[in-house]
T-cell receptor, first 116, second 115 residues
Framework: AQKVTQAQTEISVVEKEDVTLDCVYETRDTTYYLFWYKQPPSGELVFLIRRNSFDEQNEISGRYSWNFQKSTSSFNFTITASQVVDSAVYFCALSEGMDSNYQLIWGAGTKLIIKP | DAGVTQSPTHLIKTRGQQVTLRCSPKSGHDTVSWYQQALGQGPQFIFQYYEEEERQRGNFPDRFSGHQFPNYSSELNVNALLLGDSALYLC??????????????FGPGTRLTVL
């Protein structure tokens, strides 16, 4: 059965520290997609990244980076030099099969608090 | 370029009533998905509409129904409301034939409170 686990319920760091949010997934499919979304207090989910199962290259976008490791079924997200505006709930999600499958399986989210 | 819009922002209903939530997709998007997000949890997929038909459905009872209009906007209807239906209802849009069809963009949500 498919499942996404975000074991860290809440993380609190001081501004400018680096922080890594963990995501572990379970799936029997060989083709799948992984996502990260940010949900600020306003409630709107903001798309951050999509990664397919055939692309294990790590990705960097500014202060954000993602580490995808199929061997450990993990798709971790690191924020470098964190800022107060990074405070939000971050969700990892999984979609199995072809990209026409719209059903995302979501983790419970990690609440990130960045203190000034 | 307008993003996904939802209305109303907040709604208060009583048990047994019916509610209709509305969503307009991002410009150029043709597919709308609906999610329910209870407080402190991740979203749960309700269903998805494309070409005015329900294409996929999550594990939700028939009390949850929807519709998609020719302009791609969508409605979510919930009948016989229960206290447990209190949640943030999120609409997401995407493009079916883009090659990135499951890359979904979300609206701000409708906060439904059932008393």
């Amino acid at each position: 059965a498919q499942k996404v686990t975000q074991a860290q319920t809440e993380i609190s760091v001081v501004e400018k520290e680096d922080v890594t949010l963990d995501c572990v997934y379970e799936t029997r499919d060989t083709t799948y997609y992984l996502f990260w979304y940010k949900q600020p207090p306003s409630g709107e989910l903001v798309f951050l990244i999509r990664r397919n199962s055939f692309d294990e290259q790590n990705e960097i976008s500014g202060r954000y980076s993602w580490n995808f490791q199929k061997s450990t079924s993990s798709f971790n997200f690191t924020i470098t030099a964190s800022q107060v505006v990074d405070s939000a709930v971050y969700f990892c999600a999984l979609s199995e099969g072809m990209d026409s499958n719209y059903q995302l399986i979501w983790g419970a989210g990690t609440k990130l608090i960045i203190k000034p | 370029d307008a993003g996904v819009t939802q209305s109303p922002t907040h709604l208060i209903k009583t048990r047994g009533q019916q509610v209709t939530l509305r969503c307009s997709p991002k410009s150029g998007h043709d597919t709308v998905s609906w999610y329910q997000q209870a407080l402190g949890q991740g979203p749960q997929f309700i269903f998805q509409y494309y070409e005015e038909e329900e294409r996929q459905r999550g594990n939700f009872p028939d009390r949850f129904s929807g519709h998609q209009f020719p302009n791609y906007s969508s409605e979510l209807n919930v009948n016989a409301l229960l206290l447990g239906d209190s949640a943030l209802y999120l609409c997401a849009s995407s493009i079916a034939t883009s090659g990135r069809a499951n890359e979904q963009f979300f609206g701000p949500g409708t906060r439904l409170t059932v008393l």
